[in-house]
């Protein structure tokens, strides 16, 4: 039942050798793993406008040189991660890079916020498209949490299913929203070109002095615009996805990437500039251009139903990228061993199942809303983005490779910017940021003690050279027996056979039992020594764990090794197995738990 | 930290020769036995007067005639398990009354009956007694369910504890109860014939003619009152409770109770009648009379204090008898095994936890509101009245010992009485007892087939007096290898020193390991054979499962026995588990419930 339920949801196992099949082209890449940079067009530029709203609609000139500062921003991000594609074909993003440039604690805590924020990334994106469903079908409301659920639910088993076919279903969508956007721009600049289109507001010239204006707000409103960059370093992390040459066809993934992202998102600013375009509560910005453009045609309803797809979507980025992080750190033993196993369908299911509960859990705890994490999901990403990019200043420094002054000095600008917005980011909204402060190290003190474990664990079984293992001389064997069965009788005769001495144990709670059971084994097994506990508490395990003291100490004297038999029924059905006294399981877990001692389970099995 | 709360809730474990020192004296048999059958007084008179009422008050006087049949058939009752005590000392009551002479079914219908019955009477009663708090305090009227569920955890810890100690807290509220009752009749009947009081109607004269009463009100009447006489039954199931002489003591203490239950019962209809009182909704008889007696003085609230506690206590009849006749039933191998055994406080624990469960769940389904299962259970007491009856006066006919027809009289009038009092509940009530019909059966039925579960495992498992088990001529031992460490080397000696021939098997997921690990094992165990499988399909026991196929089949022709060596870790800390890979437990799991290979686990204790 259950294994033909998870074919139907997840496919037919594949071999690992269809390993090669399951890997992305450029044009699948780059829909599977910029959904999340690309849906942040969505939010980009009104992030910007609402800040400078603070001072008022004069201010919304200033969108424009602010944009220019994110697509410098976007264009050093894109050079700096070119490289890091080029450097660490194998993968790993900020994490690899950062650990090997900076040290092992740099490494963990990019890995971590990186982790940390996937799960952010699914939980946000989701709520997002659940919000975008929700205002479009206002009946709905009341079931957010309950619909966001079975999203995550729904893009969890499409990973599981694999890569590419997961890639298939989400393709669409995003070639979709970006032809809607390129269309959407595309008329307004002919609109506003051709004059056809009065503006809501004429909106200021640019260089109109505003009063009230300060450099903090201009650091804060390009920080909030420097959200729509989240997502730009998938790609790095998910190198070995792409089919071969992969780190040439990633490169180039992600200059197409970078080149979409700065359409959309300059094409989007200008546009709402031109039409003199205001943050409103109850519509975005994007929705306001599109109406303007469009009117409320069906275009208008393209771009803002591609809009809420691509929103739910962003999510998918998540999914490829936290396996592939988690896999590199537990080869590197800082995280469970469980995350290096692929699954039926060669993903790393268990990597996708974490990120998927993870998600889960967050968008209950809180119930749904959970916009307030978006500060902390751009602090999550551009610490992992400064880490790295000063790591890939620091090697080339140390390396001096042919050439290496360019490459230096890109990657050292992609770290000063990134630096900056960080610290904008903490002086400008800490109130929403300081909890990164305690998860973190709380993180990679995991990290560590996980390390930590996992070290003295490989000492503690390592062979060395000259080991030579603890001779074993003989065998005793202890049988608990209750009665004489032909279970009993098995165990016996299996225990003379591999044993050089065997003992059966009687626990007797009652005296005349004893007596009958004694003059029973007597005629039966004359040549085993029954020994008989009598148990005043009616238990059978502290007894028997009593004299296995003795026994052990007696064997390990003598080099013997000490085993037990105990026996154990299979029923039939599964019901039946209450009916037997589950005393035998309760033992093994002592014995293993508790002694150094060898526990055989001799099955019988009930033919009816 | 569970032991200890363990200790501090049901107290230290006694051993099991205290057995004798917690058994009950008359007195305390008598608190302990009688609180389900005297709290019926409470409510016995009531259920006459509401059945009358539908005609009108002139009716009432039937109630004494009415009164007169029930402590007819109460006397009748009283005899017929005197004599079942003295025939069956080792207590069981009805189930084995009607087993032994009416057969197995008969036997199960009964035991069923009352097994399901004290179930209903621990929900019954508790649910009263919490509506008489809730009644004294209505601001808790909220938490019914909560409160009632307490109070059943409590009075199942408290026979956890073990039976005097129960029996000391819970015999001083009966003996109250009885007091205050008898202080209230004996001043009623003073007050009555001195004159002292006028009645609140004038209540009709005996023998007054009443227009619209017909046999079967009468006899529904009847019936409702003979709801009086449930619990009259829990002595005879708990013989074994009782000091020594065991059988005297109870029939001593069923005629005390006899007597008590019949001149409270008596003395309240004939106040009843007396004062004129009539069934009200809000307020019950016992509370009018008592009212009328002492107006609203100490002694009005110390009787109806001691009825609340009285309700809530007779469902510690229930903890009294379900557990004796479960085990009952399981040394019959009708019920699991577990009933059997005796906890560390030497009560049958299982019994007594079923219990408390299964009523806490009926009092959660009906919400608190178990009044409805009040006919249920009035039924299920008269079901096995009437078979034990049936089965003595059969029994009386068969053997014929000295004086068996004035016992066969006894008896056989006490099976056609309770017939009777069965045949009109299910005339007057079948809309709230047809359930009976349908759940019986299947507990019958359930009865059935583990009994013949165990004893096809009895027959399976008995050495009869020729049976030579199958020889084992020599032991092939197969050990998985995941590389060569202290684990691998310690489970390779012990497999050669146990066994006849050894086998290596390592499962690769990769061909470039796979010729690492042949060379190395090579140097290292030349003189051991090791098997390599590839899993395409990155599983580890769907080959090693396969193999063993192969292994098995080859050994059973030469009778060679097939053990497999699974090396378990033991971490020092619980965490830690989850940084190992579980398939040891997945593995064993299979081999043991899927094929018929002895298991051995080798535990590999981490020091650090």
Not at 464 to 474: F, M, S
Request: glycine fraction near 8%; aromatic fraction near 10%.
């Amino acid at each position: 039942m259950y294994s033909s339920l998870k074919r139907f949801l997840i496919g037919k196992p594949l071999k690992s050798t269809e390993l090669g099949e399951q890997k992305l082209t450029k044009l699948k890449a780059l829909a599977i793993l910029s959904s999340d940079a690309l849906s942040s067009v969505a939010y980009g530029t009104e992030q910007i406008l609402l800040v400078l709203a603070t001072v008022g609609a004069v201010a919304f000139w200033y969108s424009l040189p602010i944009a220019i500062g994110v697509l410098i921003l976007l264009t050093a991000l894109i050079l700096s991660y070119r490289q890091i594609i080029y450097t660490y074909p194998q993968g790993g993003g900020a994490y690899v890079v950062s650990r090997n440039n900076l040290g092992e604690n740099a490494g963990l805590i990019a890995g971590g916020s990186l982790l940390v924020d996937y799960i952010l990334t699914v939980a946000v994106s989701v709520s997002a498209g659940t919000d975008a469903i929700t205002s479009a079908f206002p009946q709905w409301h009341a079931y957010t949490v309950q619909i966001a659920i079975v999203l995550v639910i729904l893009i969890t088993i499409l990973n599981l299913r694999g890569v590419t076919e997961s890639a298939s279903v989400l393709a669409y969508p995003v070639y979709l929203f970006v032809v809607a956007l390129v269309v959407l721009i595309g008329a307004g600049i002919y609109h506003a070109a051709t004059g056809g289109i009065t503006a809501e507001h004429e909106a200021a010239a640019v260089g109109t002095a505003v009063p009230g204006i300060t450099l903090f707000l201009l650091l804060r409103a390009f920080a909030s615009g420097c959200s729509a960059l989240t997502g730009v370093e998938a790609i790095s992390n998910a190198i070995p996805n792409f089919k071969d040459p992969a780190a040439k066809n990633a490169a180039t993934t992600l200059v197409m990437m970078g080149a979409i992202l700065a359409v959309l998102f300059s094409g989007i600013t200008f546009l709402a500039y031109t039409y003199g375009v205001a943050p409103k509560v109850e519509e975005t910005v994007v929705s306001q251009i599109a109406e303007h453009v469009f009117g409320r045609s069906f275009m208008y309803y393209f771009v803002q139903g591609t809009t809420a797809l691509i929103l739910v979507l962003a999510a998918n980025t998540g999914f490829s990228a936290f396996p592939l992080l988690a896999y590199n750190l537990a080869s590197d033993k800082y995280m469970p061993r469980m995350y290096l196993m692929r699954g039926d369908r060669l993903g790393y299911s268990n990597g996708i199942l974490t990120l998927g509960l993870a998600s889960i859990i967050l968008i209950i705890a809180f119930k749904g809303q959970t916009e307030q994490l978006i500060p902390l999901y751009a602090v999550g990403v551009f610490i992992p983005f400064t880490l790295s990019q000063t790591g890939m200043t620091l090697k080339w420094i140390r390396e001096k490779p042919q050439g290496w002054l360019g490459k230096m000095l890109i990657n050292s600008m992609g770290a000063i910017i990134t630096l900056t917005v960080l610290s904008i980011l903490f002086l400008t909204k800490f109130g929403q940021v300081w909890s990164v402060l305690i998860f973190l190290p709380i993180i990679v003190s995991i990290f560590h003690r996980i390390h930590s474990h996992y070290s003295s664990v490989g000492e503690q079984l390592r062979v060395e050279a000259g080991y030579v293992p603890e001779q074993i001389e003989g065998n005793v064997i202890v049988v608990p027996v209750a009665g004489i069965t032909k279970v009993v009788e098995h165990s016996v005769n299996y225990a003379k056979s591999i044993g050089d001495q065997v003992f059966a144990v009687y626990v007797s709670f009652d005296r005349e039992e004893e007596v009958r059971m004694k003059k029973k084994w007597e005629e039966r097994h004359p040549d085993v020594r029954l020994i008989v506990l009598h148990s005043s508490y009616r238990s059978l395990t502290r007894p028997i764990l009593k004299l296995l003291d003795t026994i052990e100490t007696k064997a390990n004297e003598n080099n013997y090794e000490v085993t037990v038999l105990i026996p154990q029924f299979v029923p039939k059905k599964g019901w039946h197995n209450i009916l037997h006294n589950q005393s035998s399981v309760l033992l093994r877990t002592y014995l293993l738990y508790r002694r150094n001692i060898i526990v055989s389970t001799v099955p019988y099995r009930f033919s009816k």
